[in-house]
């Protein structure tokens, strides 16, 4: 390791140039196209890892376009780092270019930075380290491209199907020393009959990803010239400073800002698709403030007005995320994703929203659920004590490992458990001026060097 540390210090200012040039490019979702899955600028993004990784002399393979990977190292046993290129929205409240990639103060600021390309730079740095100071490794040794990660991991799901498991694999889009526990995720859309009688819904529009805490949300309210005298009256009473409206006619319009957060943590954000329903229930008429109560209570981080509230011993508290609000034909959707505990079941999760929703009577329907079960591996298994030794000798943490609510590749490709991705100071995933520091970069690059030479020697010595 020593050498290690050598080789990565000399070429320090190559990964952050690297690891800039990555962030530049705005790896967002689109339309696909032969080659480009998940659209060009995924794309672009997956060249420029693949391109680096050939003019390294790293062996290299392209997966259709929705992974792709970087590998040395011979033998059967095959150790994997995973990260992914892509990036969610930006969102709004940036100092700077979310794809600008400013230095500024020593910290790149980025979409991405520390979820998951300054990771993922970093790993493909200490694969190049660790192909020139340990050549005669008995093992393979991979670091993997996904392309897909925040849309739902089809990227990682194709890899599986394609290519073979590892015998040990990490995946750097976590915290420290490791997660050895993920909640189970679910992706639901509740539905329900927009309001009308005089007081109509009209439009409601918020939100991106649903792993994103929302931080705009816009609705359009029809009111009926009978009601505008009570509608006026509970505009001036209203609360909440965060949320703008106007009048243009008998139409009101308003609009609702918050913060955004990572869905795994709701509480480290603030919804404005719940400032604009308890705004909603606020202003409109006596008659119909129910129907926007309900749905105020469905946006409760804890899950309680979705009846799903609980928690278990391993993993504790169940979090729920109202990630996007939208309308269409009269109804309308709340799309949820909500982390569960890792005792519970995904069939167990949907019987409770269907029986709340049941009691809310036949206005609401659950239209579409879709389920990540949890990940679990005991804290003796080999695996997971050879990575807790690497982080106490590397950062000095012996903390134990956590229950992570985000998802990660690890809960997809087999034997893999997620591993920290950044470090005190760099900005929390997800959120506005997201940003790693360029010494970091170079002690990641450090730690995931150590965890993979000691993945590898534990694979060569138990295959």
Not at 261 to 290: I, M, N, Q
Not at 369 to 387: E, G, K, Q, T
Not at 392 to 400: A, H, K, T, V
Request: hydrophobic fraction near 40%.
């Amino acid at each position: 390791m020593a050498e290690v540390r050598r080789w990565l210090t000399e070429r320090h200012d190559e990964l952050v140039a690297d690891t800039v040039s990555m962030l530049r490019i705005a790896s967002l979702q689109d339309d696909p196209s032969p080659g480009a899955p998940y659209g060009a600028n995924v794309r672009a993004a997956l060249d420029l890892a693949l391109d680096l990784s050939r003019a390294w002399g790293l062996r290299t393979k392209d997966l259709d376009g929705h992974a792709g990977f970087a590998e040395i190292g011979e033998g059967a046993p095959l150790v994997l780092s995973l990260g992914h290129l892509d990036v969610v929205p930006p969102g709004n409240g940036w100092t700077c270019d979310p794809f600008g990639a400013e230095i500024r103060d020593g910290w790149i600021y980025a979409r991405g930075a520390t979820d998951d390309k300054g990771p993922t730079m970093a790993s493909l740095y200490a694969l190049r380290a660790l192909r020139d100071v340990c050549p005669d490794l008995r093992a393979r040794l991979r670091v993997v491209f996904g392309c897909n990660e925040e849309s739902g991991m089809e990227c990682v799901k194709h890899y599986v199907a394609t290519e073979e498991a590892p015998t040990f694999g990490i995946s750097p889009d976590a915290g420290w020393p490791l997660a050895h526990a993920e909640k189970g995720i679910a992706n639901f859309v509740v539905s329900f009959a927009a309001p009308r009688e005089g007081f109509d819904l009209m439009d409601i529009e918020g939100g991106e990803r649903p792993n994103v805490v929302m931080d705009r949300c816009e609705a359009k309210v029809r009111v009926d010239r009978r009601l505008r005298p009570e509608v006026e009256a509970n505009l001036a009473r209203a609360w909440d400073r965060n949320v703008e409206w106007e009048w243009d006619g008998d139409l009101l319009t308003a609009v609702a800002r918050g913060k955004a957060a990572h869905a795994a943590h709701p509480f480290a954000g603030d919804s404005a698709a719940v400032r604009l329903f308890r705004f909603l229930s606020e202003v409109a008429p006596s008659e119909r403030k129910e129907e926007f109560a309900r749905a105020l209570e469905t946006g409760h981080p804890s899950g309680v007005g979705l009846g799903i509230h609980g928690c278990d011993e391993p993993s504790g508290d169940l979090t729920s995320n109202l990630g996007i609000v939208s309308f269409d034909d009269g109804r309308v959707s709340l799309l949820f994703n909500v982390r569960y505990p890792v005792t519970w079941t995904g069939a167990e999760l949907r019987r409770r929203v269907e029986a709340k929703l049941a009691k809310l009577g036949p206005a609401w329907r659950l239209e579409r659920f879709n389920d990540a079960p949890p990940l679990y591996f005991p804290l003796d298994h080999p695996m997971v004590s050879a990575i807790r030794e690497v982080v106490r000798l590397e950062l000095g943490i012996e903390d134990p490992p956590i229950v992570m609510g985000g998802g990660t590749y690890a809960r997809v490709v087999p034997n893999t458990v997620s591993v920290g991705a950044s470090l005190p100071g760099d900005g929390a995933a997800h959120e506005s001026d997201e940003r790693i520091h360029v010494d970091h970069l170079l002690k990641l690059s450090e730690v995931y060097a150590h965890m993979l030479l000691r993945l590898a020697t534990l694979a060569a010595r138990t295959s």
